[in-house]
């Protein structure tokens, strides 16, 4: 046994030494063997002779690569040598080495910027101590008290607990200093006392919020905030400054990139700015774990005791524990870890392609290289030639990339979600770039290895002549490298083809009130002032129709897509007991729903504003669980947060809305008259194009009071459009890996065609010469390619459909197998494969038999 | 042509052991794993590989004819010190001579010492 492995290892060696020296070491061996008596003794000859046999191995190898030198200064001088022969040859033919060098540089600049958002988003540390601690719990375990949203005893009583918080989703306020500057519009969190502690903040300077009952009311920045606003005033701990118009002691500031919930310039004890609650009463809840507590534990508990919160079973909500990772990535880790791997595979397609290039070169260049041995040079010598010139290329590209990398990065600042944290920090710094030169030279490798080895095949003693039996098997390779490229180009477009028709489903989903020709814009009015809240809409709502083209103008409590949870209540026909149902309750004023361009399918618009006229409209699932669509109008319903209202008759029915994009559910809502609102979502309608009211309506609030300064003027195109950024970006990423890697493996195969088309002249001219047709060559030709492309359309569908179900989460009405989506996209690799072949093969009819037989083969 | 070989120990014995006459490979073995007195020992491996450094280098060389008379088996191959070997050898041991003499003046080492 210990005798075939050292034969197997013999075989190992460098040629040289098998040569001359395998049947000598074999012999010596048997002749040890032979004299030793002793068979314990014979088998440990035979240990230590293996041994011997791997160390030499080892040191053989290690003499070629070192070459002539035998130490590594002279492995420098020689390495030195090799990158000058590279850049030579590769100066030789610029347009070849240009392109060479540009399809690297993208396919590493795109990977390394892929590299850096991901590294900075999903895989940074946070700056919360124990991070993986912290979750957000859903449905938030809080009341409504006397004095505002609460935390639930028990919930904060829970074993697993160590500490938890409140906060709301943000409102904004203008934040105002005390030198004259105009109001800037900050985002706005409140949240309880415990927030900076159970998400494991220590402030850097200030002693915190403090208890929400206290008599100062404080504030706390954040860095950014505190740097931008205040030049980063090292005495800012205690000064004041006005938020709506109201004084705030500065309390502290936080550490950078804090931004929780994301997008928050500064915190407020809860309880401090009823108007700022925005449109929701809405409240979140994060909890931190105690240390070596399960997350399943708090979460049986959790799940437990809301159980125990309802008597009908279909009450129950489930809970879910969201990890605080989680909740700052907003979802973006599946998008980025496709992206990641789309851009491996592009980077690994561009290798490919180039060894395909370099290989297929090597038989080019024969004559040179075998110069280069008579010389003098080893194989090994020449083998490591190659492999310098690929890790010159890729050097350079990997260079260059670095510069497109930059690029890359603000073209990805630019798609994602602006406020997702860490994004504005992605750059180049140190893992980045280790990651960016492990590619490079990951990649120079990949390239030259098997052009190498084929080098040092060709190059060996007893390798001469015309027909080598190495380019037989050199095509195979070749072929095999070009099913390897589109398979990935398939595995690659399929994706692109997935999330495309997914986004395209998701822009077609209709969201119940007026894509276009609707700006909307909030404002948020201060407790102090509510009894001029009639007074300010009345002429707001009159300048506002006065603007040529506007058409319609309203407000309401919630605006599609803003931010914020929805205020939840529950109503039912009236006298009716144990008949409610829970509804999404909006309060607008009359013309909102008009504004927004919400069909009305029965009855007439809500009464108007401060009014004390009652009647209610219900969305087409309201009304339908309520009453059946068709007797909803006219009848009277009750309804309530912790109670039920008076009576009130319903006046309209309307068409249900998605609130949260095309990809949320349809809300059944509940809408009621404006009345002791705070929050105006307006909405205006306009003929023309709504963004450039934006002017004349900044003009008109600040003529009615300015110091209450709009904010969030968007269409709701626009924020459609943002809700949706962050898969258009992804989709448009995919298509365009698709595409380049489309082109690089039609590329691949057109140059593998015609190479081998160029080989093959003399047979070809043979057998037209005996009488076949030129077409029926040509066939022939481009039916070997369509197998080759079938093989590789086989191979990329066998990687692809076990792991599409990964995509999963990105796509919408769209299965991962759609056979819509793949179908075509398979039929466009065939066809690119066809066209591919075809181009290169009309070659095929144009070869005189003679030019061919006489040529050298 | 490039740099001159450097010799490891092991080189220098093989080369010792071909300076007695020409050997073939156990010769060699057998010769060297007395010399050292078992401190150094060659496997049939990295024998043949320093055989053909220093084949390569000129040192030694393929012979046909045995030393000492011994009967000529046909499938052994025997190898031989050259002119430049044994100039090379002699180079060698003077160098180490020249560092032992140094050693010895120092008060180190001492005769036989193991």
């Known amino acids: ?857 | 042509m490039g740099r001159e070989l450097r010799l490891n120990p092991g080189m220098v014995h093989v080369l010792l052991s071909l300076a007695e006459g020409s050997a073939h490979g156990y010769g060699i073995l057998q010769d060297i794993e007395r010399r050292s007195g078992g401190a150094l020992r060659l496997g049939p491996s990295s024998l043949y590989y320093t055989l053909g450094r220093l084949e390569d280098a000129g040192l030694v060389a393929e012979t046909d004819e045995p030393d000492f008379g011994e009967p000529h088996e046909d499938r052994r191959r025997y190898y031989r010190l050259t002119e430049a070997g044994r100039a090379r050898l002699e180079r060698e041991l003077d160098d180490l001579a020249r560092l032992v003499a140094a050693g010895r003046r120092l008060g180190l080492g001492s005769e036989g010492a193991r």
């Open chain 1, 1 to 857: 046994m210990s005798r075939r492995v050292l034969d197997l290892l013999l075989r190992l060696f460098p040629a040289r030494f098998r040569e001359r020296h395998a049947r000598q070491v074999r012999e010596l061996l048997d002749e040890t063997l032979r004299r030793e008596p002793d068979a314990t003794r014979r088998a440990r000859l035979l240990w230590w002779a293996l041994l011997d046999t791997i160390r030499t191995l080892v040191r053989a190898w290690l003499d070629i690569v070192l070459g002539q030198a035998g130490s590594t200064a002279g492995l420098r001088v020689s390495l030195a040598q090799d990158a000058g022969f590279a850049m030579r040859h590769l100066r030789r033919r610029p347009l070849r080495t240009v392109t060479l060098v540009g399809t690297l540089a993208f396919a590493l600049g795109s990977a390394t910027a892929i590299a850096s958002v991901t590294h900075a988003i999903l895989i940074r540390t946070l700056p919360y101590e124990d991070p993986e601690r912290v979750f957000s719990v859903s449905p938030p375990p809080a009341r409504f008290t006397t004095s505002g949203p609460a935390l639930r005893p028990d919930f904060t009583e829970m074993p697993e607990v160590e500490r938890a918080a409140l906060y709301f989703e943000n409102g904004g306020g203008a934040l105002g200093t005390n030198d004259g500057s105009p109001a800037r519009r900050i985002t706005v969190a409140q949240v309880s006392e415990d927030f900076f502690a159970t998400l494991g903040v220590t402030l850097i300077m200030g002693g915190g919020l403090g208890p929400a009952d206290d008599e100062v009311d404080r504030i706390v920045l954040s860095h950014e905030l505190w740097r931008s606003a205040f030049g980063g005033d090292p005495r800012i701990v205690g000064q004041s400054v006005r938020l709506n118009e109201r004084p705030l002691t500065v309390a502290g500031v936080t550490p950078p990139e804090v931004g929780f919930p994301g997008g928050t310039d500064a915190w407020l004890p809860h309880g401090a700015f009823y108007e700022l609650y925005g449109a929701a009463f809405g409240s979140n809840v994060i909890a931190r774990l105690r240390p070596h507590v399960p997350a399943d534990a708090l979460l049986a508990r959790l799940q437990q005791a809301e159980a125990a919160q309802w008597e009908n079973e279909s009450d129950v909500r489930s809970v879910t524990l969201r990890p605080l990772r989680h909740e700052l990535t907003r979802g973006l880790q599946t998008p980025l870890v496709l992206l990641a791997a789309a851009s491996a595979m592009v980077l690994a397609l561009a290798c490919l392609n180039l060894a395909g290039i370099e290989f297929a070169g090597v038989t080019a260049r024969l004559r040179e290289l075998r110069v280069r041995t008579a010389l003098g040079a080893s194989r090994g010598r020449i083998a490591r030639q190659l492999l310098t010139e690929s890790l010159v290329l890729s050097v350079a590209g990997g260079t260059l990339g670095l510069t497109l990398a930059v690029g890359g990065i603000h073209v990805l600042q630019s798609l994602l979600p602006g406020e997702t944290p860490g994004l504005a920090a992605a750059g180049l710094d140190l893992p980045v770039l280790v990651t960016a030169a492990v590619l490079t030279m990951g990649s120079g490798l990949l390239i030259g290895v098997l052009p190498a080895l084929r080098a040092g095949g060709l190059t060996g003693p007893g390798t001469g002549g015309p027909t080598t039996t190495g380019s037989r098997e050199g095509r195979r390779v070749q072929a095999g490298m070009v099913v390897a490229q589109v398979s990935l180009a398939v595995i690659l477009a399929g994706g692109a083809g997935l999330l495309g028709g997914s986004l395209s489903r998701l822009h077609d989903q209709p969201v119940g009130y007026a894509t276009r020709g609707v700006l909307t814009f909030e404002v948020r009015f201060p407790e102090a002032r509510a009894d001029d809240r009639a007074a300010y809409l009345r002429a707001v709502r009159e300048r506002l129709l006065a603007l040529p083209g506007v058409l319609a103008v309203g407000a309401s409590t919630r605006l599609p897509l803003a931010d914020g949870m929805g205020v939840g209540g529950r109503a039912r026909p009236s006298g009716v007991e144990d008949a409610d149902v829970s509804l999404t309750f909006i309060a607008a004023t009359d013309g909102w729903l008009e504004a927004m361009g919400v069909a009305r399918l029965h009855g007439s618009d809500l009464p108007p504003a401060f009014g004390t006229e009652p009647g209610v409209v219900l969305s087409r699932s309201a009304a339908d669980s309520l009453f059946g669509v068709e007797s909803a109008l006219g009848r009277l319903v009750e309804y309530g947060f912790e109670g039920f209202s008076e009576p009130a008759p319903v006046v309209g029915v309307v068409d249900d809305l998605r609130l949260g994009g095309g990809d949320s559910p349809q809300h059944a809502i509940l809408f009621t008259p404006y009345t002791y609102h705070n929050t105006f979502g307006f909405a205006v309608r306009t003929a023309e194009n709504p963004e450039a009211l934006v002017p004349a309506v900044r003009v008109i609030l600040d003529e009615v009071d300015a110091s209450l300064p709009g904010y969030a003027f968007r269409t709701t195109g626009s924020a459609l459009a943002s809700h949706l950024a962050a898969r258009t970006a992804v989709a448009r990423l995919a298509s365009l890996f698709g595409t380049v890697a489309l082109l690089l493996a039609s590329l691949g195969l057109y140059g593998l065609v015609a190479r081998g088309i160029l080989a093959r002249r003399r047979e070809l001219g043979v057998r037209l010469a005996l009488g076949a047709s030129p077409r029926g060559l040509l066939g022939r030709t481009v039916a070997e390619g369509l197998m080759l492309g079938g093989a590789g359309v086989m191979l990329g569908l066998a990687v692809f459909l076990p792991l599409a179900s990964r995509m999963e989460p990105l796509l919408f009405q769209v299965d991962a197998r759609d056979p819509r989506i793949l179908g075509p996209i398979v039929m466009l690799v065939l066809l690119v494969t066809i066209v591919a072949t075809w181009i290169p093969a009309r070659a095929t009819t144009r070869i005189e038999p003679r030019d061919a037989l006489s040529a050298e083969g």
